[in-house]
């Protein structure tokens, strides 16, 4: 009798800790997307999207490494750090493919400051920069939480927003978290958001420090439970790449609009305005949009198309001192895209 009642007593104190220790088993779940599966659909799309990639500077930019390590999935099993350089190593793999030069900010597990980031990049001369990370949320211990966001830098009534880095968040964040299967949160209407809403007036270095377009994709949370063990699934990390290249693909594929000056001197005697010229790739303008500020002001400009020409006049008559100040303009194509960011310092002269 008494052996009896110390194995009932073993045997339920075991199924008890059973009980509590048992791990919850998530069967995970994602879709191989119809143009990367089979490999023929894959080098397919790579062949279509190509034409846009061509000669273009894409700097990825994979957070954390080395000593920064410390984000985990909670089981121990995603490491941050090794995810986002997962991610971005495929990514390369599809941009180099349909013809695009990349660099990265590394490509191992290397530690490299926030600032080397940027610098890298601006000294490259990058044409887009991409950061790319995953998410935790603010309250520690939540294991539920997910989905897939994109960042930009600032708020668009602020002056040093970029228009385009916000257009290609716009499309690299649909076709991020359609790929995945997540939705792109609560806090914002499309998934994309400004990087102020996580530090007010500074947001991420690695978005203020970068002059080209850029963006920082938090492809999903690392901290909640069930999406670590996709994470931790090299398929899913190739998928979550092909997302990223196909809305880059899709943005490119609108158009960029570049501007330039011809002089950053301009003397008031022989020129009655500014001139800046647009390469909108034959795309063609939207004439209904620009923006001209001088010194952070509004200044009004006009548009001069035509068969040999493409530019925005801005008349020298307005609020203008011999002096240098900072011009920053914008104009955008008929597709929506917003041409890359123009702030060039200028001497106006008498
Ligand atoms: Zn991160």
Same mark, same amino acid.
């Given at each position: 009798m008494r052996w009896t009642k110390i194995f009932l007593f073993l045997f339920t104190i075991l199924f008890i800790s059973g009980c509590v220790?048992?791990?919850?088993?998530?069967?995970? *779940? *994602?879709?191989?997307?119809?143009?990367? *599966?089979?490999?023929?659909?894959?080098?397919?799309?790579?062949?279509?999207?190509?034409?846009?990639?061509?000669?273009?500077?894409i700097f990825l930019d994979p957070g954390h490494g080395g000593t920064d390590r410390k984000n985990k999935g909670p089981a121990g099993l995603a490491v941050e750090a090794d995810i986002n350089l997962k991610v971005a190593l495929y990514l390369r793999d599809y941009l180099t493919k349909a013809g695009a030069n990349v660099m990265m900010s590394r490509d191992k597990d290397t530690f490299i400051t926030l600032d080397d980031r940027s610098r890298l990049a601006n000294e490259w001369g990058a044409d887009i920069f991409i950061s790319i990370h995953h998410n935790a949320p603010g309250r520690p211990g939540d294991i539920?939480?997910?989905?897939?966001?994109?960042?930009?830098?600032?708020?668009?009534?602020?002056?040093?927003?970029?228009?385009?880095?916000?257009?290609?968040?716009?499309?690299?964040?649909?076709?991020?978290? *359609?790929?995945?299967?997540?939705?792109?949160?609560?806090?914002?209407?499309?998934?994309?958001?400004?990087?102020?809403?996580?530090?007010?007036?500074?947001?991420?270095?690695?978005?203020?420090?970068?002059?080209?377009?850029?963006?920082l994709v938090e492809c999903?949370?690392?901290?909640?439970?069930?999406?670590?063990?996709?994470?931790?699934?090299?398929?899913?990390?190739?998928?979550?790449?092909?997302?990223?290249?196909?809305g880059l693909g899709r943005y490119l594929r609108q158009g960029i609009v570049k501007l330039s000056i011809p002089s950053d001197t301009i003397s008031i005697s022989k020129n009655k305005s500014i001139e800046i010229f647009i390469d909108d790739q034959n795309k063609g303008i939207d004439t209904t949009f620009y923006l001209a500020q001088i010194d952070t002001q509004n200044v009004n400009a006009k548009f001069v198309i035509n068969k040999t020409q493409k530019k925005l006049v801005i008349p020298l008559d307005q609020t203008f001192k011999p002096n240098n100040c900072e011009l920053k303009v914008v104009v955008r194509n008929v597709n929506g895209n917003h041409s890359f960011p123009f702030r060039r310092k200028i001497v106006v002269i008498k």
């Open positions: 220790t048992k791990k919850i088993v998530y069967n995970v *779940y *994602y879709v191989k997307p119809f143009d990367w *599966y089979p490999e023929d659909k894959r080098d397919s799309t790579i062949k279509f999207f190509s034409p846009y990639f061509q000669g273009m500077k539920y939480t997910n989905y897939t966001s994109t960042y930009y830098h600032a708020f668009p009534t602020d002056y040093e927003y970029d228009h385009s880095s916000h257009d290609i968040a716009k499309y690299v964040q649909r076709d991020l978290s *359609y790929a995945m299967g997540n939705s792109g949160g609560l806090g914002s209407f499309d998934g994309t958001y400004s990087d102020y809403l996580i530090y007010p007036k500074a947001g991420f270095s690695v978005l203020r420090k970068t002059n080209s377009p850029r963006i999903a949370f690392h901290t909640s439970a069930y999406e670590e063990q996709r994470l931790i699934i090299d398929e899913f990390n190739q998928i979550q790449a092909w997302g990223i290249f196909r």
